[in-house]
């Protein structure tokens, strides 16, 4: 499976972003979605998590009520929307996936996730 993340930028705090993560290759829909950050000098961290049917989100308390994680399988794609930014969040973006089946799973530790996008920077500004 191959994973392009796109929608990076610069923004203001306070501001909002749409990351995209598309997905090509070996696709099917039983697949968990996450997104992880790196920001410099940092460990790589969980952020969200959707399950394989999109009927289960798992989030970071950091980002809990700000970001929102979302799917849309028939596009192979999974979307990360996040309002009221701040510096803190400013970090390189990774999408990864992993096969679940059918079951459904929010995996949130790196070590779950077999396939990783090239990432997509986010700065935001103070």
């Known amino acids: 499976v191959q994973l392009q993340a796109s929608g990076g930028g610069l923004v203001q705090a306070g501001g909002s972003l749409r990351l995209s993560c598309a997905a090509s290759?070996?696709?099917?829909?039983?697949?968990?979605k996450g997104w992880f950050r790196q920001a410099p000098g940092k460990e790589r961290e969980f952020v969200a998590a959707?399950?394989?049917?999109?009927?289960?989100?798992k989030y970071t308390d950091s980002v809990k009520g700000r970001f929102t994680i979302s799917r849309d399988n028939a596009k192979n794609t999974v979307y990360l929307q996040m309002n009221s930014l701040k510096p803190e969040d400013t970090a390189v973006y990774y999408c990864?996936?992993?096969?679940?089946?059918?079951?459904?799973?929010?995996?949130?530790?790196?070590?779950?996730?077999?396939?990783w996008g090239q990432g997509t920077l986010v700065t935001v500004s103070s």
């Open positions: 959707i399950s394989w049917n999109g009927s289960t989100t």
């Open positions: 290759g070996r696709t099917s829909s039983s697949y968990a």
């Open positions: 990864a996936t992993t096969y679940t089946g059918n079951v459904v799973y929010t995996p949130s530790t790196r070590d779950e996730y077999s396939d």
